[in-house]
């Protein structure tokens, strides 16, 4: 208690009577200044940081993948031998289907042949197997398309572009040098002379690969073929899915929890219950699905359906709390004044609260819809991970037919042993980039566009 | 407001779709990933070449594509499992606990399992009692059982080069680990007399399992993925010796040089003489009871044990595939329909 009857120094006043300016800095400053300096500098450091990765890892990935978009052609007179496609001779086409797509091999093999001895090409130690190996084996496939659609080609000399191998392909964009293709047991250094010196001839031509974005996958053989088309369609019917089942569920639920619902334990429960779920890991949601929609519903293994479903689940807390999140931000105001015109509560909901929530219920689906695009372990247990090679047909029958997802290829794609198939993953994950990227540009642009401020 | 339509019409949508999930006109396929590649290779050539809907192949290892295959018949089920080994008696008794009793088991060819190490590193000439003897947890010595301290090839055997042992080995997942504990641990223990020591230890069964006991200290790394894996960490590595399949090394010989075996460099040609002694057989299931249901069930088998496929000059053995030499009789095998346990 004695402390209190004696009089408090005056907090201006200290023991000190000296006055300095404040332009001076004493001690005591500099250090808060200095710690000003040193916490400002950690935050740009962070960020610093933060961005490096960014760019590194964008960096490489557009280094590994930019060159999945372009593909070497090969254009060169093929003649359409008689023997080879049509034994029997009839030109029926039932007949003519008998030789399969290796057969038609050959046709490619002795057309190449002959290039090299019409280009007057002289390479030592060219073999059979360097000419057979240098166009790809979708050539033959696409060859023998074109031969049985049109069975009056047969004779003739078609000049089309055909797609040369991953090997030599890679001798265009670096993969493949004239070392490595000496070490390489599925190219030569002959090989790789023929390509530069066809190259020479302008009979090579590196272009843009459309059928990248819209081909299907191919097998273990012909990587070059390889491309996104099946995935592309199974992710956007997944997105279909998810967005026409989440977006009505979760703003329903969110608009009874908000507005309607009574403060009891139970709404506690369920309130607790949907920010767990939201942190619950994905693949639990993936052996849900493999277990409720696969096993006890009986819907078909590896189809966009199963897969929209089980991201639906994954992104219903993620929508339900951005949106009530939303219809917080509504300021009361426009609540009072609503009812105080006599509109009932859910005229107030419809007309009032939920226009004003929109742009946030819009930024959180769609930041939803991006993280179930990019959205991987779940698809697996449900057989996403497969080869297919048909297109989906249109939906909705198209939501049951099997397909493929982006980030699933892009996992599927870097198991295989081709290396040209890395680039192609890599390649895959540009597309997705540029997915997510459009998804979050129209997320900020519809919140712009819709938002109020008071 | 049309929330209601959504959500109708959505749930709607659901039920239409649990009643449309039977008739299934594609193959499903599932099962090893070694097996994968081929079974891709096949199912596009089969879309291609006849007029049946593209199978769809899945990955997921031997043990759990049987799995799946032994889950029942009917059109939920798949059709083909892909396996890197022999089904085992307790799956078999699975499959007929499901009511899955009519299976065809179809060898369609070989595979050869390679070390490999890095493409600039030395020449690596093994045998099985080398790998044993550097990889095995314990060793004999002076008829003691003692830790294994083995720190450089040459350690194991002055012939070899006196580099650090690291070894990179597919984890127990895979069917690969299962070949490479019996063609080359098991192998390697009985010829360098350790297995003869070990029985006088201890018993025969805790012999058996003392000689595929792989080291833990760090030198021998198990892989639970891909090859794919195996490679990168050669990469970081280029002192590592690497165990992969001899497709995966005949599409990657531009960064791996591979290891004799007993002086037999791997390759389709030895393998398929049997000189080269690391290998084994490949495989695939059919679930007879589907042939007829799903279309182009048996079109399959046949297509890919045909001699343009998966004989010798086919697009499986350009991949890396060792041609059966009894293919014929294979072909026999499908077209009959023999089941498993027939005769």
Redesign the interface.
């Known amino acids: 208690m004695t402390d209190a009857t004696t009089p408090r120094p005056h907090p201006a006043s200290p023991a000190a009577p000296v006055r300095r300016s404040l332009l001076i800095e004493d001690a005591r400053t500099k250090r808060r200044n200095a710690a000003e300096r040193r916490f400002r500098a950690y935050g740009v450091v962070a960020i610093g940081l933060a961005i490096a990765a960014l760019v590194f890892l964008l960096f490489t990935i557009f280094r590994d993948g930019s060159s999945a978009f372009f593909q070497t052609y090969a254009r060169i007179p093929v003649a359409i031998e008689a023997q080879v496609v049509d034994p029997a001779g009839n030109r029926d086409p039932a007949e003519m ?1 008998k030789v ?3 057969g038609y091999g050959k046709l490619l093999d002795n057309a190449l042949a002959a290039y090299v001895e019409e280009n007057g090409i002289q390479i030592e130690g060219l073999s059979e197997r360097d000419l057979s190996t240098f166009f790809s ?1 979708q050539g033959r ?1 696409d060859l ?2 074109a031969v049985l659609a049109d069975p009056a080609l047969v004779g003739t000399v078609i000049e089309a572009p055909v797609m040369t191998s991953s090997r030599v392909d890679g001798m265009f964009k670096g993969r ?1 040098s004239r070392d ?2 000496a ?4 190219t030569s250094v002959a090989q790789y002379e023929l390509a530069m010196a066809m190259e020479k001839q302008g009979d090579l031509q590196t272009r843009f690969n459309w059928d990248f974005v819209t081909s299907t996958d ?5 990587p070059e073929a390889a491309g996104l088309g099946v995935a592309i369609l199974g992710s956007l019917y997944m997105m279909l899915i998810v967005l ?2 989440s ?3 979760g ?2 639920a969110s608009i009874y929890l908000e507005e309607f619902a009574p403060k009891n334990r139970l709404t506690d429960a369920i309130e607790v219950n949907i920010s767990n779920l939201a942190a619950v890991p994905s693949i639990v949601f993936g052996i849900l699905g493999l277990a409720v929609f ?2 006890f ?6 189809a966009p ?1 199963v897969g929209g ?1 089980v991201l639906t689940l994954l992104t219903l807390p993620t929508i339900i709390i951005s949106t009530r999140a939303a219809l917080k931000a509504v300021p009361p105001s426009i609540r009072d004044a609503a009812l105080g015109v006599g509109a009932s509560r859910m005229q107030t909901m ?1 007309h009032h609260v939920l226009p004003l929530a929109m742009p946030g219920i819009l930024t959180g689906t769609i930041l939803g819809l991006a993280h179930a695009l990019g959205e991987t372990a779940p698809l697996l247990l449900i ?1 996403m ?6 297109y989906p047909s249109a939906p ?2 198209g ?2 037919d ?1 397909a493929s997802a982006l980030p699933v290829q892009v996992y599927n794609w ?6 040209a198939f890395f680039e192609r993953a890599s390649g895959a994950i540009i597309v997705l980039l540029a997915f997510l990227l459009a998804m979050n540009l129209l997320a900020i642009y519809l919140r712009r566009k819709f938002e109020r401020r008071w | ?1 049309n ?1 209601m339509k ?2 109708a ?2 749930l709607a ?2 039920a ?3 009643t ?2 039977a008739a ?1 006109d ?1 193959i ?1 396929v ?1 099962g090893s ?1 070694t097996v ?2 081929y ?3 096949v ?3 089969f ?3 006849m007029d049946f ?2 199978p ?5 290892g031997t043990g759990a594509g049987l799995k799946q295959f032994c889950a029942g018949v009917g059109e ?1 089920t ?1 059709d083909v499992a892909n396996a890197s080994r022999k089904i085992k008696d307790a799956e078999l008794a699975e499959c007929r606990a499901n009511g899955v009793n009519n299976i065809m088991e179809v060898q369609f060819g070989y595979d050869g399992i390679v070390f490999a190490s890095s ?1 600039d590193g030395p020449d690596f000439a093994l045998t099985p009692q080398d790998v044993y003897r550097a990889l095995a947890a314990q060793v004999v010595v002076d008829g003691k059982l003692v830790p294994n301290t083995a720190a450089t090839w040459a350690d194991v055997n002055p012939a070899l080069p006196a580099q650090e042992i690291t070894a990179y080995v597919p984890g127990t997942k895979h069917g690969t680990r299962e070949v490479f504990e019996e063609k080359v641990m098991a192998a390697g223990c009985e010829a360098s007399g350790a297995h003869e020591a070990l029985v006088g230890l201890t018993d025969e069964d805790k012999a058996d399992e003392a000689c595929v006991a792989m080291r833990t200290d760090g030198r021998s790394v198990d892989i639970d ?4 894996e195996t490679l990168a960490r050669i990469g970081s590595n280029p002192g590592g010796l690497g165990v992969f399949g001899l ?2 090394y ?5 960064k791996l040089k591979v290891a004799t075996i007993n002086g037999v460099a791997p390759s389709v040609e030895t393998v398929a003489s049997g000189e080269y002694p690391v290998s084994r057989p490949l495989f695939f299931y059919v679930k007879k009871d589907h042939i007829g249901t799903i279309p182009g069930l048996k079109e399959y088998a046949e297509f890919f044990v045909t001699d ?1 496929i998966a004989g010798s000059g ?2 499986l053995a ?2 890396g595939l060792v041609p059966d030499p009894e293919l014929a009789n294979v072909q026999q095998v499908v077209s009959a329909e023999t089941v498993l346990g027939a005769n």
């Open positions: 289907q399969l797509t290796m084996a496939a023998r398309n493949v490595s293709a070490r390489d047991a599925k191919s097998s273990d053989n012909r026409v089942l977006l009505p569920i703003v329903a696969v096993n519903v009986g819907l078909p293994r590896s359906i479903l419809f057989g991970v497969a080869f297919v090679t048909t909705p029958e939501f049951l099997p870097t198991q295989r042993a081709d290396p | 407001m929330m959504f959500s019409s959505a949508m659901l239409v779709s649990a449309a999930a299934r594609q499903q599932a990933s994968l590649p079974a891709t290779i199912a596009e050539a879309a291609e070449n809907t593209a769809v192949v899945e990955g997921g939920n798949i493409i993925g891909d090859y794919t497709s995966f005949e599409n990657n010989t531009d343009a086919g697009p350009e991949y």
